[in-house]
């Protein structure tokens, strides 16, 4: 019987740039699989590199109920008819419903990827809905052949305290992890103009007011010779900075929005500092992950995910949330020295090499793979 594997992502994009390489390393591997995510415009590019796609009926953001059962039976259906299958879902969503839909439906086995949990857990005292997601997460993981992958150890303590998954359920990857080859270390560029760089969705919790905040505050001292880039889409949720808001505290000069980048290699090559004041409950961003790789010095908050990737004071900074004032402080540090902007930016790619390569990533799901499917 040959092996089957569905990975569940919410979008094409997001699977492009966090979960390709395990896509095609597990069907390197004689793997049959096929990728379930909702269409964005790139879903023929998973086709044209040899992926088999199904389109996803999914609202990564709605709470519609009738869009929500939608999503639960096109998964339930899906899992019913291919019962021998293993099913890989990757965030909060589609471990929900999908991982009810196996359960219901009795599919061979199931990963659940939490690869950050968001708005609803960020508060410290926990409210009814995330309760009720805990609850069913509880539910459909009291089964035989069922792997939870946390890439921080405190989703990984939630978890097991609240009895969503045990022990022998767990387990640990650091991140989506990065391809060290493609995302080469480049010293920074000969430039009289620094840039700081922003990559993630244009949600408030990602940090962007604060960060144009802390840009503001510098701009007397810099503005002529510093430019903040906001790489990112906007996104449709209560939280997301809307277009207008953006268009009228960005002036396209000094502080740049850039929309969504498709090549952020390129944008971090021509950058010297990534600044990152997400206080959004994390996994671990890939956004930092990528700039440790090319060597770039972080600003990242002290907070669940993102304090995983900087060593403080050794490639990078850590703040507190919400903190434009000490952002912008730690920022003119890193302007005003370039000697520790090098030095710390060959600490990321060392950091990059020791904990993010994508091929332990790799190596560890086809691990978690095999072992389900032989139980």
Same mark, same amino acid.
């Given at each position: 019987m040959q092996k089957t594997l569905f990975i569940i992502v919410n979008e094409d994009r997001f699977f492009l740039s966090h979960r390709k390489e395990i896509a095609l390393a597990a069907q390197k591997a004689k793997w049959n699989v096929t990728v379930v995510c909702? /269409? #964005? %415009? !790139? &879903?023929? *590019? &998973? *086709?044209?590199?040899? $992926?088999?796609?199904?389109? &996803?009926?999914? =609202?990564? #953001? %709605? #709470? =519609? $109920? $009738? !869009? *929500?059962?939608? #999503?639960?039976?096109?998964? @339930?259906?899906? @899992?019913?008819? =291919?019962? /021998?299958?293993?099913? +890989? +879902?990757? %965030?909060?969503? =589609?471990?929900l419903w999908g991982g009810l839909a196996a359960k219901l439906s009795r599919a061979c086995g199931v990963v659940n990827a939490i690869s950050g949990l968001g708005v609803i857990f960020s508060d410290n005292k926990m409210g009814m809905t995330a309760k009720g997601i805990l609850a069913v997460m509880r539910f459909s993981n009291k089964r035989s052949r069922v792997k939870v992958i946390f890439q921080n150890q405190e989703d990984r303590s939630l978890f097991l305290r609240h009895g969503v998954a045990n022990e022998s359920q767990a387990e640990f990857i650091k991140g989506s992890g990065v391809d060290l080859n493609f995302f080469k270390y480049m010293p920074e560029p000969e430039s009289d103009t620094l840039k700081v760089v922003f990559t993630a969705r244009m949600v408030k919790e990602k940090g962007v007011m604060e960060l144009i905040e802390a840009a503001e505050m510098l701009r007397q001292d810099y503005e002529g010779r510093l430019e903040f880039w906001l790489c990112g889409r906007l996104a449709v949720n209560a939280d997301a900075v809307s277009q207008e808001e953006l268009e009228a505290r960005c002036d396209g000069k000094y502080i740049k929005w850039m929309d969504f980048q498709k090549d952020i290699r390129a944008v971090l090559e021509q950058c010297h500092i990534m600044a990152f004041p997400s206080y959004y409950r994390e996994g671990v961003p890939k956004s930092l992950i990528d700039a440790c790789a090319v060597g770039r010095p972080i600003v990242t908050t002290n907070s669940i995910g993102c304090k995983d990737v900087v060593d403080d004071g050794v490639n990078g900074f850590l703040i507190p949330v919400k903190n434009s004032e000490v952002l912008a402080e730690k920022l003119r540090i890193l302007i005003e020295d370039k000697a520790l902007r090098l030095r710390m930016g060959k600490a990321s790619r060392e950091k990059a090499e020791r904990e993010f390569a994508i091929e332990k990533v790799i190596e560890k799901h086809l691990e978690i793979y095999n072992n389900i499917w032989s139980q």
């Open positions: 909702k /269409d #964005t %415009g !790139q &879903l023929q *590019e &998973l *086709e044209e590199i040899g $992926l088999k796609v199904l389109e &996803l009926p999914i =609202n990564p #953001t %709605g #709470t =519609n $109920l $009738l !869009q *929500e059962f939608r #999503t639960f039976w096109f998964l @339930y259906k899906l @899992y019913r008819k =291919n019962r /021998d299958a293993v099913v +890989h +879902h990757v %965030g909060l969503k =589609n471990i």
